[in-house]
């Protein structure tokens, strides 16, 4: 492997930190390794993508637009991009390990499915798949063989590579390029005349939940234009074996028309997804952070990440998106402290929103009402980037931008201003 590794005692070692052994497998631009952390001793997969690949096949904007996204969506069922590191001609992602194979590789073992244990893996995508919404982000590529599994049971969202950004919309509200895999994709996508990517996503879902019952696809054909006519006119059947509601529920999300195909807000609603299943499936969030416990310090990539002008031109010699808006602040306060200003804001409010505890790092505000665009959620995440001093970053993770910044002004601004530390004495926390 051309430039990756100095040898240490026969070893192969990036950038002195991660030990690369064997090949977990290989597409057209990149290979994945199997590579071992060797200050934390936790494996990883590390994606090894070939510059010159990338640029001879016209593909920066697609490698460019993965590593942001995947820094975006930080989500127990999304699989959790660690670090980016490059070399002259290679760029490297240390990606979490999921060690559970393809879901794809699951349902063409057993056929299909039991509808409990669908709707355990179905719960997870739509939770995955409702987050990135909600951050602007379109998967676009949505399919079995991109659904990861770990040691546990849960299923994992993998391979951003053809995602969109809510910025990529033109002027009519709608994106316009055709991708995605024939079998998986929305009437409209194919037909070119622009489409909503929350809706193209929810079709495929709707695909996908199919395949988990039935162990075979809802549209088939050889002839691919014939499969095509059979997606627009939603010409399927379900088997017999399906439940009322399971029919019901992949009907109305198979509907050929966007406009009137059900929405994640209705879905979450509907007697099948809302049914108990036995056994209880494994819990969606990772372990609460334990009373007392640090919060996790910054590794290279959340200081890029997190400082202004954010971009990944070290990797390309060009410019990338910048993250979205958010506020961020340093601040000597110890974490219980900053949590307990958060507490403040929701008690203040009378009863308006309530704090949830978010990973091993963070907190989350949630709205009790709905607004505009769904109820109002808050993420804050917290880091240290020294021993008496973390990085507080404050985010929306749900609802309405401009309930958002209101509530930024009108709430969190003035609850957490005298905790604020900088060296050049700036006391405001400032915009991401």
Known sequence: MEDIPSPTEGRNVLHGRYELGRVLGHGTFAKVYLARNLRTNRHVAMKVV???????AGMIEQVKREISVMKMVTHPN?????????????????MELVRGGELFSLVARRGRLPESTARHYFRQLVSAIDFCHGRGVYHRDLKPENLLLDDDGNLKVADFGLSAFAEHVRPDGLLHTTCGTPAYVAPEVIGKKGYDGAKADLWSCGVILYVLLAGFLPFQDDNLVAMYKKIHRGDFKCPPWFSSDARRLITKLLDPNPSTRMTVSKLVETPWFKKSSLPKPPPLAPPAKKEGE??????????????????????????????EEGMR?????PASGVVARLEGVAERAAGKYKVVKSGARGVRLEGEERGRKGKLTVAADIFAVAPSVLVVEVRKDGGDTLEYHRFCSDELRPALQDIVWAAGGDAQPTAA
């Open 50 to 56: 070939g510059k010159e690949k990338v640029l001879r």
């Open 78 to 94: 999304i699989v959790e991009l660690h670090e980016v590191m490059a070399t002259r001609s290679k760029i490297f992602f240390a």
């Open 294 to 323: 640090e919060p996790e310090s910054m590794n290279a990539f959340h200081l890029i990440s997190l400082s202004e002008g954010f971009d990944l031109s070290p990797l390309f010699e060009d410019g990338v998106r910048k993250r």
């Open 329 to 333: 602040f340093a601040t000597r306060e």
